[in-house]
């Protein structure tokens, strides 16, 4: 026969706390994501507009994400998080090591600090993503409260 002490309890019933730290690291990842992602904007714009849109794009997406989950996560957010972020991802290493399509050929792009420390917070991201959707979804709902 074993004796449930109050500690006991509370460490059982701790998913609710970490399925909200989880959660406020999550967005916290996402927003500076964001941050670095408007900083390098207005280059990009100068650059090549088309490229700018792509950096709005991704910064307006990352603090939509970042607002979500502070807010309460569903499925579908943590779903789409994981999407955005993969194909983020994917493409800022497909422009490092195939480049980008020119007139004639590819040209890589240098891989800087700012894009590095994006890029190893978007995989962070993705991590506590996937952690979050493993989560029992009734803690997910607990944590929104």
Request: proline fraction near 5%.
């Amino acid at each position: 026969m074993t004796v449930t002490t109050r500690r006991d309890a509370e460490r059982i019933a701790s998913p609710k706390i970490t399925t909200r730290r989880l959660a406020v690291a999550a967005a916290g990842l996402a927003f500076a994501s964001e941050l670095i992602h408007l900083w390098v904007l207005p280059g990009e714009f100068a650059l090549a507009p088309l490229r700018g849109m792509f950096f709005l794009l991704v910064a307006m997406a990352q603090g939509a994400l970042a607002v979500n989950l502070l807010f309460g996560p569903r499925r579908w957010t943590l779903r789409l998080g994981l999407v955005l972020n993969v194909v983020i991802v994917a493409i800022w290493a497909f422009t490092r090591l195939v480049g980008l399509p020119m007139m004639i050929t590819f040209v890589r792009l240098p891989v800087g600090a700012l894009d590095l420390t994006a890029t190893a917070l978007e995989i962070a991201l993705i991590a506590a993503l996937i952690a979050l959707r493993r989560m029992d979804p009734s803690a997910v709902a607990r944590a929104r409260g």
